[in-house]
């Protein structure tokens, strides 16, 4: 956060505005990359603040791309960023960005905060974010505002996409093969961290399932037959968990 803190102190007349926690999502979800030359890209230009925000946090050699649909914001780009004009629904334009300038470490959807543009947006560049990568979405509180296609429990809001994405990375285990069935997406995913009005996505590739570790007497045993168990029932007697004395 002392990053965030001091930047904000010193901006121009670009303005940068967000959340105050935001600032410490960032650093938990991107601090991993500072000073690693990433690339990042960023959806939202607005009046630019956040260009020299991020130039400053990721350092020398990080590949910076900022997009957004109005052309003016081209006025915005600086040395050694780059900005992109073009719609974040429209899938030619994001397969453009990934091809062009991924894959990326770290992606930021702050744009047009609608449901259909950051579902769009997750599902065309997500397949552009590399192994290890975060995916973040954030202002996800719209989901819960009819006036940008969300609501309560709205199936068509990011939020709701946001909790499927949790189903799909734990189909591994799926003991209901017929309403549930195994999602290639598992294969993909490590962990989904919700935070106040924040959505981030860990990429982490693996070909195998996940391993069950048993050890005892120093022999350890690894084993991924609970996988393919079916009808499993309770370890425990009557279904209850041991009495702790």
Not at 162 to 187: C, V
């Amino acid at each position: 956060m002392s990053y965030f803190a001091e930047y904000l102190k010193r901006t121009d007349a670009r303005a940068v505005s967000k959340w105050l926690h935001y600032f410490e999502v960032y650093g938990r979800e991107f601090g991993r990359f500072r000073g690693r030359a990433p690339r990042f890209l960023e959806i939202g230009i607005w009046n630019g603040g956040s260009i020299p925000m991020w130039k400053g946090y990721f350092g020398t050699g990080a590949h910076l791309v900022f997009a957004d649909i109005d052309p003016a914001c081209r006025k915005h780009a600086e040395p050694e960023t780059f900005v992109e004009i073009g719609d974040q629904s429209d899938p030619a334009f994001l397969a453009r960005l990934g091809e062009t300038h991924g894959p990326f470490d770290a992606i930021l959807d702050d744009g047009g905060h609608f449901m259909h543009q950051q579902i769009t947006s997750f599902e065309h560049l997500w397949p552009h974010l590399r192994d290890g990568g975060v995916y973040m979405v954030e202002d996800t509180h719209t989901s819960y505002w009819p006036g940008f296609g969300g609501g309560y429990r709205e199936p068509a809001s990011f939020i709701e996409f946001a909790k499927g994405l949790i189903d799909r990375m734990h189909s591994w285990y799926t003991d209901q093969d017929a309403i549930f069935p195994f999602d290639e997406m598992a294969r993909q995913m490590r962990g989904i961290r919700f935070y106040d009005s924040i959505v981030a996505v860990e990429k982490h590739l693996r070909a195998d399932p996940p391993t069950q570790v048993t050890a005892a007497n120093g022999q350890v045993r690894l084993s991924r037959r609970p996988l393919a168990v079916r009808g499993r029932k309770s370890a425990f007697p009557m279904g209850l968990p041991p009495k702790r004395s």
